[in-house]
Nanobody
């Protein structure tokens, strides 16, 4: 089992930055592809970013490409999402997720955190 806990959410002005962290406990953290998803009010959960076991490969949704950066530190059992140039449409609950294989589909994820709210004001 893997337990995931997100932190770092909050209120930020448009154009600002925020860094989310996801701490993992359990076994074989480094064996998992880690991802970030988000869910805005009234919308389905959507893929944001993912990073492979080694951290050498990253993937981003088109909506965040060039603004968000995902990284991981396996020694600290932590994955990060650096969010820059934030827009009001980035407002959502952000979830950390883990899976053995890369996928952009929420249904494919094996483990989920409880989420952290990011609110971007205009």
């Amino acid at each position: 089992q893997v337990q995931l806990v997100e932190s770092g959410g909050g209120l930020v002005q448009a154009g600002g930055s925020l860094r989310l962290s996801c701490g993992a406990s359990g076994r074989a953290f480094s064996s998992y592809v880690m991802g970030w998803f988000r869910q805005a009010p009234g919308k389905e959960r959507e893929f944001v970013a993912a990073i492979t076991w080694s951290g050498s490969s990253t993937y981003y949704a088109d909506s965040v490409k060039g603004r968000f950066t995902i990284s991981r530190d396996n020694a600290k059992n932590t994955v990060y999402l650096q969010m820059n140039s934030l827009k009001p449409e980035d407002t959502a609950v952000y979830y950390c997720a883990a899976n053995k294989f890369y996928s952009r589909r929420p249904s494919s994820m094996d483990y989920w955190g409880k989420g952290t709210l990011v609110t971007v004001s205009s």
